[in-house]
């Protein structure tokens, strides 16, 4: 089973998220795990601090490295092939590849940072990768992880139901193949005089040429 470790000082935007769709079926049919920890846990303080104004001046408040450090540690040595991830602008942007190798390990930690960011030596001695979903800056981890969470999740065999599903999409480099989707009506007209219709090879039954075209159209997601 697939664990999921998310380290968050707003463990609440998750309520509904575990609750809905197939991540909730995957977890009641003990596929995976998600487990949401909040960081004030690892705190000492009586106000349970996790932040403080960062050196050198600026502004915004920073997460501290001590709590980070010990949720990190107490976490990871539950589990034997892990990987702890922090979400950063900085980081490596997540791909269909990435989300291929990490649903191979027994546990993906996930780091959330808020406000001006995280205390550098998380990046530079906890965190095994930095990543980031895309050239822009979030308010923090929390829709990442998400992410990260949905995008792994469906390649754990099971989670989708139909294996066929996910075979006949993934290519040789572990990257993905999106195609173009029609269902019914077979006709639609938005208004008078204008229809549009799925292509007729779709609705031909010959599957073979299907693939063919599917082939065609379809657009490798590897990078």
Same mark, same amino acid.
């Given at each position: 089973?697939?664990?999921?470790?998310?380290?968050?000082?707003? !463990?609440?935007?998750?309520?509904?998220?575990?609750?809905?769709?197939?991540?909730?079926?995957? +977890?009641?049919?003990?596929?995976?795990?998600? %487990?949401?920890?909040?960081?004030?846990?690892?705190?000492?303080?009586?106000?349970?601090?996790?932040?403080?104004?960062?050196?050198?001046?600026?502004? &915004?408040?920073?997460?501290?490295?001590?709590?980070?450090?010990?949720?990190?540690?107490?976490?990871?040595?539950?589990?034997?092939?892990?990987?702890?991830?922090?979400?950063?602008?900085? &980081?490596?942007?997540?791909? +269909? +590849?990435?989300?291929? %190798?990490?649903?191979?390990?027994?546990?993906?930690?996930?780091?959330?940072?808020?406000?001006?960011?995280?205390?550098?030596?998380?990046?530079? %001695?906890?965190?095994?990768?930095?990543?980031?979903?895309?050239?822009?800056?979030?308010?923090?981890?929390?829709?990442?992880?998400?992410?990260?969470?949905?995008?792994?999740?469906?390649?754990?065999?099971?989670?989708?139901?139909? !294996?066929?599903?996910?075979?006949?999409?993934?290519?040789?480099?572990?990257?993905?193949?999106?195609?173009?989707?029609?269902?019914?009506?077979?006709?639609?007209?938005?208004?008078?005089?204008?229809?549009?219709?799925? !292509?007729?090879?779709?609705?031909?039954?010959?599957?073979?040429?299907?693939?063919?075209?599917?082939?065609?159209?379809?657009?490798?997601?590897?990078?």
């Amino acid at each position: 089973m697939l664990n999921f470790d998310i380290i968050t000082i707003f !463990p609440e935007m998750f309520s509904s998220y575990l609750k809905e769709s197939l991540i909730a079926r995957a +977890q009641k049919k003990r596929l995976i795990k998600i %487990n949401v920890h909040n960081l004030r846990k690892w705190t000492k303080d009586r106000h349970k601090t996790v932040d403080d104004r960062p050196y050198g001046g600026g502004l &915004g408040m920073v997460l501290k490295v001590e709590s980070i450090y010990k949720a990190v540690k107490e976490i990871k040595a539950k589990g034997k092939k892990v990987k702890v991830i922090l979400f950063t602008p900085r &980081g490596r942007k997540f791909n +269909q +590849q990435i989300a291929y %190798n990490l649903s191979k390990l027994d546990k993906v930690v996930m780091i959330c940072g808020r406000y001006e960011g995280v205390d550098e030596r998380v990046a530079k %001695n906890i965190a095994d990768m930095e990543l980031s979903i895309g050239e822009y800056d979030l308010m923090g981890g929390e829709l990442p992880s998400m992410i990260v969470i949905e995008t792994v999740a469906r390649l754990v065999p099971g989670v989708l139901g139909k !294996p066929q599903l996910l075979k006949e999409r993934i290519t040789k480099s572990k990257g993905f193949i999106e195609y173009p989707h029609y269902t019914r009506p077979e006709v639609f007209s938005p208004k008078k005089g204008v229809y549009w219709k799925v !292509p007729k090879l779709l609705i031909s039954g010959h599957h073979k040429n299907i693939q063919e075209w599917r082939g065609r159209r379809g657009k490798a997601i590897e990078k």
